[in-house]
């Protein structure tokens, strides 16, 4: 099976486009047969999958149309097999690669996990971190199955606690990098910004394909006791 791109739609043809993918959902499926219609609009990834195996994908803007011939898929996609798929008819997923932004994280660091001579003290920040599929591939290879549909909030389930870890490491780096004592550290969140922005603290979220863009420091508090929340 393959996606051969066509410069016009013929009047009985099925056509499958996606309108849903938004900054609350991750990817898509639809069942297709061959002579369908694939529109591919901005920023998607559209993989076409039959009983497992990933058999072309395009992420370029057009018009394709699903053939019944052998593709010429890159040689990196040809050892992904997509667990608990094998009795899975032919379908395609449009998979957004837009950022996905605005996502909420509270953290709590006590200071014995941290490079400090003060030990009693608890870091609180809050704030928000914007992310993308950097590598479908790898996004795939984590997925069992391939449901309806897979939303945000299901990913950030997933990769949760390497985000906040990346976080972490970066409080650590700035402490040492600026000779930093701890009471110092909120009026240098804004250091703090800038060093999760540009170092590579998310080696543990690219095995699931994921990038983080950005991070936003909302609020950053030296407190003696746990928060209730927490």
Same mark, same amino acid.
């Given at each position: 099976? $393959?996606?051969?791109?066509?410069?016009?739609?013929?009047?009985?043809?099925?056509?499958?486009?996606?309108?849903?993918?938004?900054?609350?959902?991750?990817?898509?499926?639809?069942?297709?047969?061959?002579?369908?219609?694939?529109?591919?609009?901005?920023?998607?990834?559209?993989?076409?999958?039959?009983?497992?195996?990933?058999?072309?994908?395009?992420?370029?803007?057009?018009?394709?149309?699903?053939?019944?011939?052998?593709? $010429?898929?890159?040689?990196?996609?040809?050892?992904?097999?997509?667990?608990?798929?094998?009795?899975?008819?032919?379908?395609?997923?449009?998979?957004?690669?837009?950022?996905?932004?605005?996502?909420?994280?509270?953290?709590?660091?006590?200071?014995?996990?941290?490079?400090?001579?003060?030990?009693?003290?608890?870091?609180?920040?809050?704030?928000?971190?914007?992310?993308?599929?950097?590598?479908?591939?790898?996004?795939?290879?984590?997925?069992?199955?391939?449901?309806?549909?897979?939303?945000?909030?299901?990913?950030?389930?997933?990769?949760?606690?390497?985000?906040?870890?990346?976080?972490?490491?970066?409080?650590?780096?700035?402490?040492?990098?600026?000779?930093?004592?701890?009471?110092?550290?909120?009026?240098?969140?804004?250091?703090?910004?800038?060093?999760?922005?540009?170092?590579?603290?998310?080696?543990?979220?690219?095995?699931?394909?994921?990038?983080?863009?950005?991070?936003?420091?909302?609020?950053?508090?030296?407190?003696?006791?746990?928060?209730?929340?927490?």
């Amino acid at each position: 099976m $393959k996606f051969a791109k066509i410069e016009e739609i013929l009047s009985n043809s099925k056509i499958i486009r996606c309108n849903k993918l938004t900054n609350d959902m991750i990817f898509m499926k639809y069942d297709i047969n061959t002579d369908d219609i694939i529109d591919i609009g901005n920023n998607e990834f559209v993989a076409l999958i039959y009983k497992g195996e990933v058999c072309d994908t395009k992420e370029e803007n057009g018009i394709y149309l699903v053939k019944n011939e052998i593709s $010429k898929i890159e040689e990196e996609w040809k050892d992904l097999h997509i667990r608990k798929t094998e009795e899975d008819d032919l379908c395609v997923v449009f998979l957004n690669r837009d950022e996905i932004k605005r996502n909420k994280f509270l953290l709590e660091i006590e200071t014995k996990n941290l490079n400090l001579i003060n030990k009693e003290k608890y870091v609180y920040l809050e704030g928000y971190y914007d992310f993308k599929i950097e590598n479908p591939k790898m996004f795939f290879s984590k997925i069992i199955g391939i449901r309806k549909h897979f939303t945000k909030q299901e990913l950030i389930e997933k990769i949760r606690k390497y985000v906040l870890k990346s976080i972490e490491k970066g409080i650590n780096d700035i402490l040492q990098e600026y000779n930093l004592d701890i009471k110092d550290l909120p009026k240098n969140s804004k250091k703090l910004e800038l060093k999760l922005k540009e170092n590579e603290y998310d080696k543990k979220l690219l095995e699931y394909g994921v990038k983080l863009i950005n991070f936003d420091i909302n609020n950053l508090e030296i407190v003696d006791k746990k928060m209730k929340f927490f």
